[in-house]
């Protein structure tokens, strides 16, 4: 539609801002205010890539259910503001009649001239997740939510600074990428608007002063049609968004279109065994709640949500279940911040997220998922001489190309045991990061065996073979991770004692370096005790790591295993918890150069005063390694064929 600016519109805000008095706190009437829903809240950071398409086309059929049944309710179909993300909290009252804007990390920042003009060109951290939160309009949450119970100071600030942005923004902003991300944020925050004027104001249709507000929905609703990001979060959150504003004007056009939109999305965003093509642990926890989000928003709005939606929430709930390690937390796979598992009540999450005090004991211990991931634990907590965090839990990456919110972590491993983390991925930096979002999506922040005088060619990786016993999980992979260069990893996970035995072979057409990197908490301090070993422990705590290699197939040469530490040349030994949080951490680097390489080692967490002992031999063509870990016996073998296995 063509861009409007009536002059009745403009004089209607004016004569808006002349009456409604200018206190803070001048109100028409005690009203109960406007209805939030509860709403995930949205990734902290920007996620669409300048310059990219950010698009995700739907690869899988469409589910054909969403919409074909009728749906038996007596209410009128509406939609309920589904809030502000938190962002309100970061932005009171005060901050709005001052015209500023905060989004953490960064202090409060001025954007206008105090009486609600905006310059929406500002970014003065040069950051694109500040800029994309300041054009969503989220901050203006509290004023919104002021204005629906009557506070006519706060309607006006926010009426004003909104039309400021329309009236600066005209259609189309495609061009401009912050506000390109946000449009979906902003429809929502102008039905909030909206709906913050009728309840404020007492009123059941809008008057001529705000109409302006549908205008603009229109305007949105016509920039969600054109401009589909597809099926990834982002795409489900716009149709969600286009739903409202049908429901809002009563627009079946919409409201169908999203519909359709939905239906494609949900079959490739969750696939037929519960994973995300977004290839990360936290965006996989946001889908789940998105798309229960989708299917209250559908019922409300008078159209049956079908079962396809639920029956991939409920696969997705399990593979979040399997995911969550001993900690109660999702492993940092992909763009995932440190975060909890939610214990949604009557879901598998209830008694992972809950440390096992609510819900009941998941069924399964392992999974093995087609789209690239391995979660496994030693069990649920139900022993009492373990508990929940007494257990050990781990996570391996393989499959696709990294693609999305992904990482180039293939044959990555993380691993909790003994209630602490072990080994750690180095997290995630946000896209405006720069050298350090770089270093963390690469293999080299990931606990892998890298090739880093290679260029990392982003390969599919196969899971080749694997076994699940009681005792002990075995699994290969191989993959071709840069030119004329072959990598396979074998590991095995044991339980009583709990560790983990990794083999790592490659060959190169050229001779390099290769690096089978353990990354460890930010925590323990680590030490090389000889050119096999090396120990970590945190000051005072009652578990140490023990990480050593032996020479199987290749003598150690010097300097075989080192360990580096807040290293900026090149960047090593770090991690983010969280994407604005850089920590030093740890890095255990056993080394070797030439065109080959035979790594074979092994991850131990034992109590701080607890030993490692083991002897090596042959026993016909098997290789055997026969431990002592804490006094408990298990001993590993590799047959002439390579295959890596407990023995008994």
Known sequence: ??????????????????????????????????????????????????????????????????????????????????????????????????????????????????????????????????????????????????????????????????????????????????AWESTMHRTNVLICLRQAVLSGLQVTTLPAKYTWIDTALLSHARFLTNYWSGAWNHGTDESIALFGVGVTLNRSDYKNLAVQRLAAGITTSIDAQGSTNEQSAGY????????????????????????????????????????????????????????????????????????GKSGTAPPWRVGVYSAG?????????????RGFTGESAYSIRFGPARAYHGHSDHTSITYTARGRDIIINGGYAAYSAGVWRTWTVSPSAHSVLTTPGSTDVNPVTKLNAYSIKANAESYQFSDVPGAGISRVRRVLVLKDPDLIVTWDTASAKVAQAFQTLWHLPSDQRATVYSRTTATAIAPGDTTRTVIFQLPFRQALPAGATLVKQGQSSPIQ?????????????PTVMMARSGKSASILSFVVPVRATGGVTYKTYWSGTTYVVSLKVGGVAAAIGITAGGSLYRIG
């Open 573 to 585: 030994g770090w991690t983010y918890p969280t994407s604005n949080v850089r920590k030093s951490a």
């Open 373 to 385: 991931y391995v979660f496994g634990r030693t069990g649920w907590g139900t022993d009492p001489a």
């Open 1 to 178: 539609m063509r861009f409007i600016r009536s002059t009745a519109v403009i004089a209607g805000i004016a004569a808006l801002a002349l009456g409604a008095g200018t206190a803070a706190g001048t109100t028409r009437g005690p009203t109960p205010g406007i209805t939030i829903a509860s709403a995930p809240a949205g990734p902290g950071n920007a996620q669409f890539v300048p310059g990219a398409s950010n698009v995700v086309p739907p690869t899988a059929p469409p589910a054909t259910d969403i919409g074909t049944a009728k749906l038996q309710t007596a209410a009128a179909p509406f939609y309920a503001c589904p809030g502000f993300s938190g962002l309100e909290r970061q932005n009171p009252l005060a901050d709005l009649y001052a015209d500023k804007f905060t989004w953490a990390p960064y202090a409060a920042y001025k954007v206008g001239n105090g009486g609600g003009n905006i310059n929406w060109s500002l970014n003065p951290y040069k950051n694109a997740s500040w800029y994309m939160w300041f054009h969503s309009l989220r901050w203006l949450g509290q004023g919104i939510i002021a204005a629906g119970k009557g506070d006519l100071t706060a309607l006006t600030r926010v009426n004003t600074i909104a039309y400021d942005w329309y009236r600066d923004n005209p259609y189309s902003w495609k061009a401009n990428v912050g």
């Open 284 to 355: 996989a926890a946001f889908n789940y709640s998105l798309w229960g989000r989708a299917i209250t928003v559908l019922q409300n709005g008078g159209v049956s949500p079908g079962t396809t939606i639920s029956t991939r929430r409920d696969l997705l709930a399990k593979w979040l279940t399997l995911a969550t390690n001993s900690l109660g937390k999702l492993p940092q796979i992909g763009d995932t911040e440190l975060q909890a598992t939610y214990p949604y009540a009557g879901t598998p999450m209830e008694y992972a997220g809950s440390l």
